[in-house]
């Protein structure tokens, strides 16, 4: 495959992953209660995947957004009670996010709500399948994340 080819083949697959994600973002969207966006929820798996205790600004690092998109989600949930901002406990000039039992159980409910969703695409795709796209998006997801200031030039 020539350079031209090759970029072509990887911009498609990135082009399906930008089609799939615009799509699963509307359908949790329609589905999840409490008009809770998927950048809340992000917010909300992204704790229970890492752990509590992060600071706002570890937690937008991690996401790529600003301070103030990250201040702005965290008044959101905050006012849900799906999380406790509390002080740092080294740091007096941070704050560290905790999940609430509430949050643990909405973001529990909102996978729990994709229910039918996922068993549309199990039942016309396959688990199996599925799952056997995993590893390469896990591969795609630490490179980019090693990366995240840019490719490394040759």
Do not use: C, W
Not at 2 to 27: R, Y
Not at 121 to 127: Q, Y
Not at 131 to 150: H, I, W, Y
Request: without cysteine.
């Amino acid at each position: 495959m020539d350079n031209k080819q090759t970029n072509g083949a990887i911009f498609g697959f990135f082009n399906e992953i930008g089609i799939v994600a615009q799509l699963s973002g509307a359908l949790f969207g329609r589905l999840v209660p409490q008009n809770i966006h998927l950048s809340h929820f992000i917010v909300l798996n992204h704790l229970t995947r890492m752990g509590d205790g992060r600071t706002p600004v570890e937690i937008a690092n991690a996401l790529q957004v600003t301070k103030a998109t990250m201040t702005h989600t965290l008044a959101v949930l905050g006012k849900h009670d799906f999380i406790a901002i509390e002080a740092h406990p080294t740091d007096g000039r941070s704050k560290v996010v905790r999940l609430t039992p509430a949050g643990r159980t909405f973001r529990d409910e909102a996978i729990a709500s994709m229910g039918p969703a996922f068993q549309y695409l199990a039942d016309n795709i396959g688990v199996d399948e599925l799952m056997s796209a995993l590893p390469v998006l896990q591969k795609v997801r630490k490179l980019l994340d090693a990366e995240r200031d840019g490719p490394k030039a040759g």
